[in-house]
């Protein structure tokens, strides 16, 4: 090979790195923009985006002589910049760019040291020309290609941890997240720049300087790689950890809130007991009045004496004081909002339940029902709760009229809700967190959680299997047999739920 044939072929690979670097960029952002359901032409759009603007960036900056750090930054506010195109958040492409460009260097540098091996052997004893070129050539091609190897499978490995857990970004996680990344493209380029050093006309290879930075350099290389994953790993924890407290911080203020209401209750029935002795003088007085002819004061203290049971009313049984609080609570509820409410409901007859278990999944069921009848703007809004026992099992369903789409969370299999609540003085998101409880207390009884929508009508059906008396369960989880068998019973009443939808 001669001198022109070697320029040629390092000038030919050199615009080919530049387009597998953009193609792994894009591989790296696919699974991340939005509606990848869509055409294939809208698909295609952002991909292409992605794409072209690596490419465009680093052949531009080829022609122009600029340096390596600037060609990163362009890149990165580009792609931040048409975040919108790809159907991104600006903070997770921020994010994906600054991960990308690190890795690219932590690779680069791995296989530099290979690189220069490959010349070590392929070169010693060989004094032609065309051969030294040829065998140059060669080395070079086997480290482009263990850098390409080496860089799609440490990408596949980010991307696929990056996925498991969604990725809600704000400045302070941004920051961390970034931290490792940035610090490794740094330690990049103080490398690349000590590499091959020229003083007084003489060339000074690093590794043949100081042989020990041929190991030393890719091992500090893949330890900030393995840095990059143990901090987006912390992060995910961190945030797991954060979404199970927001849960159980939920859960406790249901039962502390049932609590205070069941005591509530208690003076009501006090109060009852208070008007039964008190009725005596009651009648007195309601004789007092008919004998003496005072017919219309008669009526209105008779009026009065209804007015005053009716606050001590519940107007549904369901079998169980905690689940009457509960139900009655949220049908007062649902008339205030003019939502027509419908129960069926009666507690298990037996002692494998937990009240407050039950109390926390029909509070709730009922609650997200209650929410999203008063979203409606129009049509016909209702509620209707139904619960009954069969056997060893005992069946919870809830039904609500609805508007709008429903989104469903890849990871938990559960509706994404965009309420929120004020939790110890902070507004946090509320994803799902009224299901997430639901399947969790359903989970202490083997069960299963159903969610059906069908046209504008909102199904959730939960599954309970009794525990024994020592609150173990009989370990006989629920069987195709079993499930269809309760399905047969529920679409008696007139509801189906979808057995392909169990979570």
Request: hydrophobic share 45%; proline share 2%.
């Amino acid at each position: 090979m001669s001198e022109t044939g070697f320029m040629l072929f390092r000038h030919i690979m050199g615009k080919t790195e530049t387009v597998l670097y953009a193609a792994c960029m894009t591989f790296l952002f696919y699974p991340f923009m939005a509606g990848q359901k869509e055409q294939r032409k809208n698909v295609l759009k952002k991909a292409t985006t992605v794409f072209g603007a690596y490419v465009l960036v680093y052949l531009i900056c080829d022609a122009a002589a600029l340096p390596g750090w600037l060609r990163m930054i362009i890149v990165i506010v580009l792609l931040t910049s048409f975040h919108r195109i790809t159907g991104m958040e600006k903070n997770i492409a921020f994010l994906l760019g600054v991960l990308f460009l690190g890795i690219r260097d932590m690779c680069r540098l791995i296989t530099e040291s290979l690189r220069y091996i490959f010349d070590t052997k392929l070169l010693r004893g060989v004094y032609n020309e065309s051969t030294m070129y040829r065998n140059t050539a060669v080395g070079y091609s086997l480290s482009i290609v263990l850098q390409f190897l080496f860089l799609f499978i440490m990408l596949l490995f980010i991307s696929r941890r990056l996925q498991k857990e969604p990725l809600e970004l704000h400045a302070k996680e941004l920051c961390y997240l970034c931290l490792m990344p940035i610090a490794g493209i740094l330690f990049g380029n103080i490398i690349f720049r000590q590499l091959f050093i020229v003083k007084e006309n003489v060339f000074f290879l690093l590794y043949e300087e100081y042989p020990v930075f041929i190991g030393l350099v890719p091992l500090t290389s893949f330890l900030f790689y393995v840095g990059i994953v143990a901090t987006v790993m912390s992060y995910q924890e961190m945030v797991r950890l954060q979404e199970e407290k927001k849960k159980y911080f939920v859960e406790e203020q249901q039962l502390l809130a049932i609590r205070e209401r069941m005591e509530e209750v208690e003076q009501f029935y006090d109060g009852i007991r208070r008007m039964k002795h008190e009725m005596k003088n009651h009648l007195t007085n309601i004789k007092g009045l008919a004998g003496s002819g005072s017919y219309e004061e008669m009526e209105q203290y008779i009026a009065k004496m209804d007015e005053s049971l009716n606050v001590f009313e519940l107007t549904i049984r369901t079998g169980n004081a905690v689940t009457d609080v509960i139900v009655n609570d949220k049908q007062k509820a649902a008339d205030k909002q003019g939502i027509k409410f419908s129960s069926e409901f009666l507690y298990p007859a037996s002692d494998g339940y937990d009240a407050y278990d039950i109390a926390i999944i029909i509070n709730n069921l009922l609650q997200n029902a209650l929410e999203a009848c008063e979203r409606m703007k129009g049509g016909k809004r209702y509620i209707s709760l139904s619960g009954r026992q069969k056997k060893r099992f005992f069946l919870i369903c809830v039904k609500n009229s609805f508007e709008g789409e429903v989104a469903f969370d890849k990871n938990s299999n559960l509706p994404v809700s965009t309420k929120g609540a004020d939790l110890l003085g902070k507004r946090v998101s509320m994803h799902g967190i009224g299901l997430s409880n639901v399947k969790r207390e359903t989970a202490k009884y083997l069960g299963n959680v159903d969610i059906r929508i069908k046209k504008k009508e909102f199904v959730v059906t939960v599954l309970l299997q009794e525990r024994s008396r020592n609150g173990q369960h009989n370990q006989c989880k629920l069987h195709d047999k079993d499930v269809q068998q309760l399905f047969e019973e529920l679409r008696s009443k007139g509801q189906r739920p979808d057995k392909n939808r169990i979570l």
